[in-house]
């Protein structure tokens, strides 16, 4: 049966709390949607592998992964777009000249050259162990996504400069995600509408500045109380925080549940 609505959730700051957890309530809530034939997609810039706990959590079957990277609709995956070896190696030259660090992401794992005290602190930051340590250049022919690991002061600029076919987000002060062309959440949820010949009403719910472009591809864009004030200014209805039952606020108002 197609859903008569489509709900797009980001994941910290949006669907989750302080800890990065699903509370017992924002589950409930999913469940509700679900039974109103409302399909709730996550729309995120983790990796699939990163998420299956807070699907499990949640209720969720039903994903946008790597800004846009991948689609997996009820556990089927309808979009696998990867990163180039060749990029992937020219980045790691970079990255050396510059003494800093690229992480690599694909479906199943994340890996990395070595590890560094940046990286510890940006992982802390996002409550995420730190990637395996790995050198074979075999483990670059498939990958979906790419991090550069920054200091606080650092650039991304040689990077752009030498790939302007890729996009880079910078949501971490010392995180930058990289993915191909033009994807993102937004082209995600076009993509997504293609892939399952939909036409119906779609509601964006963000915080952050990866949100935008969801925010953009949607009917119905929810920032949530703690957004940043960007996204606030384009959003149809400004919720309670993440902290306070922000999305069951949001989904009542819309009456979806």
């Known amino acids: ?112 050259k070595q590890h560094s005290a940046t990286m510890a602190k940006a992982y802390r930051s996002i409550n995420q162990n730190l990637p395996a340590i790995e050198t074979s250049p075999a483990k670059l022919n498939h990958i979906n996504l790419l991090l550069i690991i920054l200091k606080d002061e650092d650039s991304y600029a040689d990077y752009q400069e030498a790939f302007p076919e890729l996009t880079f987000f910078r949501n971490n002060p010392n995180i930058v995600d990289v993915v191909l062309g033009e994807n993102n959440k937004g082209t995600g949820v076009k993509q997504t509408l293609k892939l399952m010949n939909l036409d119906v009403p779609t509601f964006a719910f963000g915080d952050g500045p990866n949100d935008f472009d969801l925010f953009k591809a949607c009917d119905y864009k929810i920032a949530m109380g703690n957004a940043v004030d960007g996204l606030k200014e384009i959003a149809d209805f400004v919720t309670k925080t993440n902290l306070d039952g922000g999305i069951k606020y949001a989904l009542e108002h819309y009456q979806l549940i």
């Not at 509700?32 to 706990?53: M, T």
Request: with cysteine.
């Open 1 to 112: 049966m197609k859903p008569k609505a489509i709900c797009f959730f980001d994941l910290d700051g949006t669907l989750l709390n302080a800890h990065s957890k699903v509370d017992a309530q924002v589950a409930q809530t999913i469940h509700q949607l679900k039974n109103n034939n409302i399909l709730p997609v996550i729309a995120s810039g983790r990796s699939p592998f990163e998420v299956r706990d807070i699907m499990t959590a949640s209720g969720i079957d039903s994903m946008i992964a790597m800004n846009g990277q991948l689609i997996e609709i009820e556990n089927r995956v309808l979009f696998d777009d990867t990163i180039p070896a060749s990029i992937a190696k020219s980045f790691i030259s970079i990255a050396e000249k510059r003494q800093q660090e690229i992480v690599f992401y694909n479906q199943a794992e994340f890996w990395t």
